[in-house]
């Protein structure tokens, strides 16, 4: 343990499930071993200052504001609990789910729209940031972002269609 690590406490992770899990800026900072994107700001966003009340994550998924599983289902949501635990990161209670790359920035689209933002701060720098190929980006929207489109609909739905075609990759 390095000194700063003496000051920290990990976040508080509340039960979770397939259908309801760990999303959003803190999945982006999660990755299993031999994946190459995320995990930049690990500390930062699984820990907080031992001096303050621990913080509790936020979760997507169903029962949530955000919940992209009625088009997503389970999809890109996986256990992390080993690789959490590694890194001295429990769960309140049972395994601890985390959605992949690809379902956290659907979950931040889900948000930026539930919120109002338009235009959407979920643009194609920030998603070329996070991943680093072609394919990777043609996943997010084949698979992820495109089906998403269909739990929405009146101006979310015209404001999502126009934010669309914007996600592309930038080498």
């Known amino acids: 343990m390095d000194d700063i690590e003496r000051y920290l406490q990990p976040i508080q992770i509340p039960p979770t499930t397939p259908r309801r899990y760990v999303s959003f800026n803190r999945a982006l900072n999660l990755r299993e071993p031999g994946e190459d994107t995320g995990d930049w700001h690990f500390?930062?966003?699984?820990?907080?200052?031992?001096?303050?009340?621990?913080?509790?994550?936020?979760?997507?998924?169903?029962?949530?504001?955000?919940?992209?599983?009625?088009?997503?289902g389970e999809l890109?949501?996986?256990?992390?609990?080993?690789?959490?635990?590694?890194?001295?990161?429990?769960?309140?209670?049972?395994?601890?789910?985390?959605?992949?790359?690809?379902?956290?920035?659907?979950?931040?689209?889900?948000?930026?729209?539930?919120?109002?933002?338009?235009?959407?701060?979920?643009?194609?720098?920030?998603?070329?940031?996070?991943?680093?190929?072609?394919?990777?980006?043609?996943?997010?929207v084949r698979d992820y972002l495109v089906p998403l489109g269909d739990q929405l609909v009146g101006e979310a739905r015209k404001s999502y269609d126009a934010w669309l075609p914007t996600i592309q990759y930038n080498a």
């Not at 500390?43 to 997503?72: H, Q, R």
């Not at 256990?79 to 959605?99: C, F, T």
């Open 43 to 72: 500390k930062v966003m699984f820990f907080c200052s031992a001096d303050e009340p621990p913080k509790v994550a936020n979760l997507a998924g169903e029962g949530t504001e955000i919940d992209t599983t009625p088009t997503l």
């Open 76 to 140: 890109g949501v996986r256990d992390m609990s080993d690789e959490l635990a590694r890194k001295n990161v429990k769960a309140m209670s049972g395994p601890i789910y985390v959605a992949n790359h690809y379902r956290a920035i659907a979950d931040l689209a889900l948000a930026e729209l539930m919120e109002g933002r338009v235009p959407m701060t979920v643009t194609a720098r920030a998603v070329n940031q996070w991943f680093d190929t072609e394919d990777q980006i043609a996943t997010l």
